[in-house]
Structures are given as C-alpha cells and as structure tokens.
C-alpha cells in the first residue's frame, strides 16, 4: 500500500463490508489521523452523520451493483469537530484474491482549484484555438482581398494555404487545394519550368524571378514571382511562402517605354522636348546630327538659338498663336545649324497637356529637308531656265509678264516688252560650229543682263530669240535709250576663240497696255515689231505701232 503515498490525493482501501484496509497518508494528514487509528476501523466513522446515512443508502449499493462510483459530495470529519467538504470516488478491486473498494477524495476546496484551472485552461485553449481560426479567416480575408496570388507550401510541395486570386489565377476548387502538390497544379511542363526555383527555395535562398504563366482561361500573364522559405525554430526550412503579382500592364508600359525611348534615340527624325516655358528638356541624338548642337548645348535653352534670319518676328509669332490654339504646329521652317548654315526643315509641334502630376510638355519633330528642297528648286529652275543660257524660258516669262501686268492694276505704271533676234546668227554657227555659237548664245545673254536692272526680266525664248520685260521703266524714251544701248553693246565685237565676231540685234517693243493687254498679245505685238525692225536694215529697234 505503499504506492498509495505518493498520491498527492487522500485514498482509502475497504474491504466489501467497509472496513478500513488502508489509508494514505494524504488522508492521514487530511483528517489528521494516523493509519494506524485507522487501521480495521470502519469507514463510516470517519463521516458525520448525514453523509453516513448517504454512503449507506446510495453510495454502497450502487457500489456493489454497479463498480463504482463517481463524484459524490460528502464531508469527512476533519480535526476537532471540522467538516470537510470532499467529492469521492468509489471503485471496486481486489486485494490478492479478495474484494476491495478504493476510495479516492477531492477536497472540495482543491477540487474547485483544480475545475478551476482545468476551466480556465479549457477556456485558455478555445481561445487559442478560436483566435487560430480568427487569424487563418484574417489572413485568408485579407489575402483574398488582394491583388496578388499567395500560398504556402510544404516542403514535401504540399499546398496548405492558398488565396482566392490563386485558386482563380489557376482554375482551382477551394476544396482541392488543400493538401495538392505543386506538380498536381503546374502539370509536369509548368513543373520543370519552376523546379530550379522550388530546389532553391527548400535550400533556403529566397527566389524572384519573372515569367509568363498561363491562366486557367487560357489567357497568359506576365508575371514577378516571391519564394521566401520559412524556417522552423531550429532553422531548418519547412516550406515556403509564394507570392506572385500580375505585372502584365506594368511591364506592356515598361515594354512601350522602352520602345518610345528607343525610337527617341533611333528615329532619323530630330526631337526635341521642351516645358511649357519652351526651355528644353531634352533633345535626340537625331537632333544633334542635324542641328550639330549636343545635348549640353540645348538643355535649359529655348529653341531660339535655332532661328534663322530667314522669317520675320510675324512669322514665329503666328506659329505660337496656332499652337497656343490649336495645341498643334505643322510647316517648313528655315532655322540655323551650330555652324551657323540655314537648314530647312518639316516641323510639328504637338503640345502634351498637363494634369496634376504632369507638367505640359512640347515634343518637336522635324527632319531636315534642305537636300530635297534644293533638288525639288534644282527641278523647277530647269523647268523654268534655259538650260544653255540659264535665263527664265517662255513659260517663266510668261508668268512674270502675267504678274506684272496684275501689279500695274493694282498700281498703274510702264511695262516694255522687247523681243531681240540676233542678225546673221545662222552665220557663227555654219562658219565657226554650233559650240561656238552656244558660247555665244550665253555672251549674249550676260550682255543684255548687263544692260538692265535686277527686276527686269531677261528671257530666251530658244534659238537667238531673247525677250526683256522692263518693269517699271521711267518713259517710253527711256525704253528706246535701253534698246538702242543693247543694240550697241550686241554690236561691239566679241572674241570667240581666237575669231573676232561682230554681231547685230533687232529689237521690237511692245508698251502695255498701248501694245496690249495680255502677255500673249504683248508677246506677239512685239515680235511683229522685231520683224519691222528686221525689214528696216537690223541692228535697230522698232516699237509697235498698231497702224504700221
Ligand atoms: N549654236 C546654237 N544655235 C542655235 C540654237 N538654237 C537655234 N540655233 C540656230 O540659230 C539660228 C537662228 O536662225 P535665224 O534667226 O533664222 O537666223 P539668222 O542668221 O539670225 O537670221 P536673221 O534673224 O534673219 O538675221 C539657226 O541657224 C538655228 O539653227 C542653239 O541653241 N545654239
């Protein structure tokens, strides 16, 4: 009965009549007797009345028919006449091969200690266990909630948490991902694709990296995906925690930032980027080569250091006004290179309007457009020149004479139109050969321009017929001194190779609008009088006279 001591609780053995076998010494010192008092005493001696009369009505015959006994409330005689309050257990068992009845004692008091503590920690472990459910709901809430795909992962690739834009993200029932593998959910492809980060994570090393992956409705993302291993007291990792972002559209604007800033550096247009003040932003590389100024040059100017003097301070003003009106600006424009050489150029201007966060801004384009301007004049000036003598042809003439003539209605004044042929031309050519005759043809030239005034107009009209439009001339004895002057200057012998040649010249004037009024008629009116000049010996002038 030894073994009895070292419970901390009083324990009494009876045998099936009640009498005492043995008591251990918590009993003992409960009701502070000693087992030796006890010994073969009966039990109910130590019971006050009341509960004697209970253990022998309930306690005993339920004992015997049933085994045991559980919890009953009774009171012990304690030292002096104190009661105490204990709850007891009764249960039948055998002592060698003879019956007994163990009883086991609460006092009431550590009883209620006990129940106490047995509630609080009940209560403890709800509580615990509620605020675990409270925090996997939180968690799960605030990850559903989220933008971002997160779950976590056993390192046996076991899923054990997944939020709902992961369950949508890849087409899983909430039900089946608890407890999936990672290849269950990837398919062996996406699986491969993902191992050499899987095996680098369970080794401990966090992973980011970026990836298209697919969705469950077949559509793909771009994506930026978190490995972070999680690690248990000891250190040792035990899974690991996932978290991926749809970075779809931030990496198409990435990709067309990209691609605008490599079309910035690349286009052969040149561009320019200024605030609203005008004061440059920056400039492309394109700009440099056409302008030659660097990007050091420009940065912090204003686009005035481009100017030419080719436009007047009227011309950039209208094209403020457009742009301020229009947010748009679009035309040739002659500016000016570092080295100081004028540069056509096609120029838009297109303003970006502000808000809040952005400034407004003017993006210039242009490109340089001088070569073909230059080719474009090239093709016009041959259209419009003799070729041999680069004098304006017919058709130059004509347009001239046309607005001379609109000018003189505007303001009315003088126009002489003289039609000259050369006399005994066909000569130079048959004695000294057609290239002589050319080099001729371009003296000629050079001495009728000699003889007039850089408004007036010098015109071959093919072969030795040249014509001269006086703009303006001061009288109609003015014109007969210029044509007896150009008769003169024709006449006075020329060098040709080493040939002296003496030429003559007849000329015909026609007076506008005397002469007539159109430039067809006052062409033809003063080629008649060129033929009167002709008949009247050559080397002279003749006006047109409409009754000659
Ligand atoms: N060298 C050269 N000769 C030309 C050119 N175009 C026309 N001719 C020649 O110029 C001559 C002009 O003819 P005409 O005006 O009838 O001859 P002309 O000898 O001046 O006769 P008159 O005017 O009556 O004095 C012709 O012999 C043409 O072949 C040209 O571009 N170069």
């Known amino acids: 009965m030894e073994t009895l001591n070292h419970l901390p609780c009083p324990v009494l053995v009876t045998d099936h009549l009640g009498y005492i076998q043995s008591a251990n010494s918590a009993l003992c010192a409960l009701i502070n007797r000693s087992e030796a008092q006890l010994q073969l005493g009966a039990m109910d001696a130590l019971f006050p009345l009341a509960s004697r009369i209970l253990l022998q009505t309930q306690v005993w015959p339920l004992l015997r028919s049933q085994g045991n006994v559980a919890e009953v409330q009774l009171?012990?005689?304690?030292?002096g006449t104190a009661e105490l309050p204990v709850v007891v257990n009764g249960q039948r068992g055998s002592l060698g091969d003879v019956a007994c009845y163990y009883w086991v004692f609460f006092v009431a008091l550590e009883r209620n200690r006990f129940?106490?503590?047995?509630?609080?920690?009940?209560?403890?472990?709800?509580?615990?266990?509620?605020?675990?459910?409270?925090?996997?709901?939180?968690?799960?809430?605030?990850?559903?909630?989220?933008?971002?795909?997160?779950?976590?992962?056993?390192?046996?690739?076991?899923?054990?948490?997944?939020?709902?834009?992961?369950?949508?993200w890849f087409g899983i029932h909430p039900e089946d991902v608890i407890g999936s593998t990672l290849m269950d959910l990837l398919g062996p492809?996406?699986?491969?694709?993902?191992?050499?980060?899987?095996?680098?994570?369970?080794?401990?090393?966090?992973?980011?990296?970026e990836r298209s992956l697919s969705k469950a409705d077949g559509s793909t993302g771009y994506t930026l995906a978190h490995y972070m291993p999680d690690r248990n007291a000891a250190g040792a990792v035990v899974g690991f925690f996932v978290l991926i972002n749809d970075i779809s559209s931030t990496k198409a604007a990435e990709n067309e930032l990209k691609l605008a800033a490599s079309v910035f550096r690349n286009t052969v247009d040149g561009i320019m980027v200024t605030d609203a003040d005008g004061v440059i932003l920056s400039v492309n590389p394109a700009f440099s080569s056409i302008t030659g100024y660097s990007a050091e040059d420009m940065l912090?100017?204003?686009?005035?250091?481009?100017?030419?003097?080719?436009?007047?301070?009227?011309?950039y003003a209208a094209k403020a006004q457009a742009l301020a009106r229009d947010g748009h600006w679009a035309g040739e424009l002659w500016s000016r290179r570092k080295n100081g050489e004028a540069f056509l150029e096609w120029q838009t201007i297109t303003s970006i309007p502000g808000s809040a966060e952005t400034p407004t801004r003017f993006v210039t384009v242009f490109n340089d457009i001088t070569e073909r301007w230059h080719k474009d004049e090239r093709i016009r000036h041959l259209a419009l020149h003799d070729p041999l003598t680069d004098l304006p042809n017919r058709q130059?003439?004509?347009?001239?004479?046309?607005?001379?003539?609109?000018?003189?209605?505007?303001e009315p004044r003088p126009l002489a139109l003289m039609f000259l042929d050369l006399d005994q031309f066909k000569q130079v050519n048959d004695t000294l050969g057609h290239d002589r005759g050319d080099e001729l043809l371009v003296r000629v030239a050079q001495k009728l321009l000699s003889q007039v005034r850089q408004n007036d107009t010098v015109a071959r009209l093919g072969g030795d017929e040249f014509v001269i439009l006086l703009d303006n001339p001061l009288s109609q004895d003015y014109v007969a001194q210029i044509a007896a002057r150009i008769v003169d200057a024709l006449h006075a012998p020329l060098t040709l190779g080493d040939q002296q040649v003496q030429l003559g010249a007849?000329?015909?004037?026609?007076?506008?609008?005397?002469?007539?009024?159109t430039p067809a008629e006052l062409l033809k009116n003063a080629d008649a009088a060129m033929y009167t000049a002709k008949r009247a010996g050559k080397n002279t002038h003749r006006f047109f006279n409409a009754e000659s």
């Open 300 to 315: 912090g100017r204003t686009p005035a250091l481009l100017q030419s003097q080719h436009h007047d301070a009227a011309f």
């Open 75 to 79: 009171s012990l005689l304690g030292p």
């Open 506 to 517: 007849s000329i015909g004037i026609a007076m506008h609008p005397r002469a007539g009024a």
């Open 396 to 410: 130059l003439l004509m347009e001239r004479l046309g607005q001379s003539i609109a000018k003189t209605e505007r």
């Open 115 to 168: 129940e106490f503590e047995l509630r609080g920690a009940r209560q403890h472990a709800e509580d615990v266990a509620r605020e675990l459910v409270d925090s996997a709901r939180f968690i799960q809430t605030i990850t559903d909630a989220l933008p971002s795909l997160v779950a976590y992962w056993d390192k046996d690739e076991r899923c054990h948490f997944a939020n709902k834009p992961y369950l949508e």
């Open 189 to 209: 492809h996406r699986y491969a694709l993902n191992e050499p980060y899987l095996r680098a994570v369970l080794a401990g090393e966090p992973q980011r990296f």
